[in-house]
Each structure stands twice: as C-alpha cells, then as structure tokens.
C-alpha cells in the first residue's frame, strides 16, 4: 500500500511548457482566439496534467463514498440517517442519480462504505467496504474521530484509487492504466454539516456565512445547524494548517477518503473532477495536505450551498456549470467530465486556420 | 410549403397538466425534492413540450445558417468578411467548433447559405442553398433589406426546419419524426452589430449596454460600432412591436431564417436550444411574432457579448452554461443539448423511494 506521504512527494507541478503549446495549438483553429472561452482552459490544464496532446478520457470513473455522521443525532439533516445504508443499495442497483448521470457520460461508479452505521448485506462486487468505523462521534461533544482513523480515511481513498487506477481489463489492450480521469462525490446523512465546520476551520469564514439547508432543513433547524458547529469549532479549536486535525475534530471517514482520491489522482497525473459542497470540503484537505493538488482539480458546479463559492476562492476554482444542483453523489462531477472531453477534442479535432483555408483575423 | 402565420397559428402553449405529472414523478424519485435543479426543470419543459413521458432525444439536429452582412463595410468586425464563405467551407468538412461538438453529443449539423456573399462552390449534401441575396445592404445607410426578403428569410428557415423533420430513414423504424430536438446557431461576419440593433430596437435598452466586442474589436473598434448602431436607429425608427419590420431594416438573412426554425420547431413541439447571442437575437424576432415561441425554447449559455442576458431577460429566459463561449455556430447549443438528455433520463431512469426502499423526508 502507498503511504500518505510518498504519495504526496509524488505529486509535481504541471508541465507549463506544454500548456503553452497547447495555447498555440488552440489559436490557430478556426475560431477567434479564445472565443471557445472555459473549454479551451479546460484543454490546457488536461495538457499540462498529462503531458502530451494525445489525451485518452476513455476510463471515466467516478468515486462515491459513502459514511455515517454522529452529528445526525444533532437533528441537523432532514433525513433519517438509516438513508446513507438505503442509498448504497440504491447505487450498486443502478437506481440512484450518479448512476443514470454516469451512464449518460459513459463513466463508471465505483462506490465505498468508509463508515456507514450498519453492516451492509450486500455481495454485489459494485461495492467496496473500507469501513474505518461504524459512523463518526457526534462532533458537538467529542472529536469526531482519532487522528489514527482521519490517517487511515485518507489512506483508504488512496487504496480504491489504486485498485481502481491499476485494474486490468477494464482499459484498452496495451494500456496499463485503469483511471483517466476521475471524479468524486458522497453520500451521508447530515454531511453537510462536517464540511461546513471544515470549511469554516481553514478559510476561517464565518459559520454563518459558511452554512446551508443541506437537503432541505428549515429556518429553525438551520440557526441549530449554525449554533451546533460554532460550539463545536470553539470546543475543539481545529488547527486551520493541520488537515488531519481539521479532519479528525470535524469530519467524517467518506470526506477523508475522497481527500485520498485527490491526493492518489494528482499523483498518478489524473484529474479530479470535484463534484459539489462536501467534496469540495474533502478538497480542502487536500489541498491542505498539498497545495499542488488544486492544479489536477476541476470544480464540476456551483452548489445551491452557499459556502461552496468561499471554499472554491480559498483554491482559486472556479465552477464549470450553475444548475443549482444540491444532491451531491458526483451527480454534477458526471456532467463536468462531459465538457472536459468536449474541451479535449476541441483542441484536437478542430481545423486549422492553414488547413481550412480560412483567413484570420486582420 | 408552410405559411408563416399557419406555423405561428399551429403553436399551442405547453401541456401544464403533464407538467404537473412530470414534477409529481420527479418528487417521488430517490433524491431530496428539487435537488437536481435546472435538470429537473429541463425534464419537466420537455414534458410540458412533447406532452409524454416517453421522450426520446435520438434525433438532434443543430441548424447553422450563414450569410453576409452589408455592414461589415463599415468595419464593425476583426474578421474579413471572406471568412462567412471559408467557415462554410469547414463546416461541411466537418472541422469547425459546431463539427467537434456535435459529433460530441451525436447531433447532426445541417448547414444552410441563407445569404453568403459569393457563389459557393460545393456538391456537399450537406449545405442547403436557401440564399435570400448576396448578403444585406449596408443598414447604416439604408434597410437591411425588403419586407419581402425578410419574410423570405424566415419561410426559409422554416422550409429548412421541414424538409429535416420530415426527413425519413434517419429515424429510427416506425418513427416519423426525424427531429427531436433543435439547436441553432450561426454564421456571418459582423453579425453581432445586427443582432445588437434588433437587441436594442426590441428590448428598448440602450446600445451602448447591448454592444460588445464580438469576435475580438478593441475599444476604438466598439465605439465606432455603437455610432453605428445608434445612428442606423435614429435613420430607420424600427418599430419594436413589428418584428418584420425590426428584421428588415437592422437584421440579417440567417437570423431571419433562425427566427423561422424556432416558429416551426414550436409548431410542431420540438424543443429548440438557442445558442448565444445572435442565435438569441433570432429568437427575439421569432418571440415577437409569436410569446409562446418561449415556451419551446432552452437557452443554452451565458455569452461573453454583453447585451445577451438583456435579451434573455426580456424572454424571461435563463442560460443553462457559463463556459464564457462566445464562438457561435450553435457550439453552445450543442453542449447543452446533451444537458437536456441528462434531465429527460433522470426523471425516467432513477428510482422511486417506494422502489428503492428509501426512507423520504422526515
């Protein structure tokens, strides 16, 4: 197994060099220089993350993690926890949104229970279980879990990552690798919650200006909702520049291990599209851990959450779409990964102005 | 052929009946209520639109007109005004931005000369010549062009939209139908000074807050154009309540020709995705002569061009992308398109909480 830490001496810097050629590619196809705006960005980055024009998306996975909060028992979600068990037999049946989105975009899911309450009876070979415990403590009064257990999350998504990444048979013949691109996205009863309190811990944010309705809690329980993680950021006093302490104090197993994810794609010179607010929380941990990992990120969407945009500027992303999606499982991630391949064959598909023979600007 | 005011007579409003079906479907599907935003929103238009649940999207067919614009002498673009013709040229070999994207969200392009300059020179089967003239007057001395051609360049659109909807074997068996869903966009040199003059002379704002720079003018460029736009205003006093009218005098052939798809397209319930700013500037015409025209309509993306939200407002219409394209052609009409598809599948192909064994809100 790849330790945290080799994994993140793993991670490099894009090739600049090859993102200006990419640049130059893209200026001389038929368009106004620019003109295809956020796609043409988009094959950049692709460029510089993988270091070469001839860029395969063929293997588009998607992770979904799944976990159990102890802050549920705060009443902070609209949904009874038993919901987080139900929805995983709902993604290995094919039932839920990321499974009809994912189709749509021809990628794959692959779903983890990294801490659901109950044991799942399941032997769908769809799921994998990485339990690092049977729920999170209720964070309102005590850590939420141990620095071991925040470790050993992360550790977690890098192990899927890998298992996934080096898979034979799922890729082309002669291609050894398994991930193309990846994408991330979580499910878990009253996860908006943690990845508040992590939002607010290292972009130092007011929890108030941080913290939303989730899946749709009203006016009373969402000043709860506020109160409960402002008691808690005053109770543990998370460390903003030690991501595991953040993590431990606050989070939750499904929001350590897609951080893992992050951190395992970057190494492999994959890129990560970040689904909505709670993965982009999960991106905060990595980005703390390694600052680097924002360059292999692509934010799919803008959630209806409103500390989503506060996380996102704390990384300098900016969201590719805004349809006010507020469901989370990698339903927007899915979407994202669409434009990306379109901003790939754009800039490897398009004439040029010389091959068209079309004048260029004067 | 149709008669525009048969097509116009032929447009009904959407079905609310089977749209409040659609919504009920939607709330009992395995998600909190509304959490998948504007996809939700699109399977309900769609609904509302083909008036059953069992919608298919097989066929899509983006519509990018072409013409020239007298206008363009008055040196309002970056570009030489050869490039319309050149662009046609790449559109059917298949290397333009509109090409890559389509082939992208397996559309088909049909590519129409409603008024090219030049004689094109080309067995393509793939270029309708529909010409109206060889490109419009110069309207900054005198009108665009006659009632007539104005009411010409519309029939066409609509003879256009026809001859594909009609068209057989491109469907699958036993379906008549050979459009699903529409897109439009274009081509033509200078045609947002146009589009920006029906923009200012429908919605009554002022040029300068409708006037952009186009394919890439620099600011000595953009004041000359919005003279130009101001003064052709004052010349001609368009009225705003007579569409034809507006078109004639400040519009373009292909934009006359995208108002007439929309009507057909309305007329026969096929939803109609409108690319940016000039494809927004047709719809405006196509909305004056006929409000419900809107109904059918899905705007695609935000354009760089400043006046487009003006417009959109005006139509009551919301961009589904922000990827800061503004290239035309229809490529933001194609990548919505494939947005679309994704809401019609999530109302038909995720589970319902009773199917799934999910417990619902609290």
Known sequence: MRKIKEVIKAIEDLDRGMMEKAQKKLDFLTKPQGSLGRLEELAKQLTGIKRTFDIKLKNKVIFTFASDHGIAEEGVSAFPQEVTAQMVYNFISGGA??????????ARVVVADLGVKETLKTESKNLKIKKIGFGTKNFAKTKAMTKKQAQLSIAAGIEIFEEEFSAKGRSAPGEEKGIDIAGIGEMGIANTTPASAIAAAITGAKVRDITGRGTGINDKALKHKIKIIEKALLLHK???????????????????????????????????????????????????????????MISAHSSVEKGHKIMLKYMNLRPLLNLDLRLGEGTGAALAMSLVEAGVKIMNEMATFENAGVSNKE
Chains 1, 2 share one sequence.
């Open 238 to 296: 998370p460390d903003k520049d030690d991501a595991i302490d953040v993590l431990s104090k606050v989070g939750g197993f499904e929001i350590g291990g897609l951080a893992g994810v992050i951190l395992a794609a970057a190494s492999r010179k994959v890129p990560v599209v970040v689904d909505g607010f709670i993965s982009t929380a999960a991106a905060l941990i990595a980005y703390k851990l390694e600052p680097k990992t924002a360059q292999y």
């Open 97 to 106: 949104g990321i499974n009809v989105l994912a189709r749509h975009v021809k």
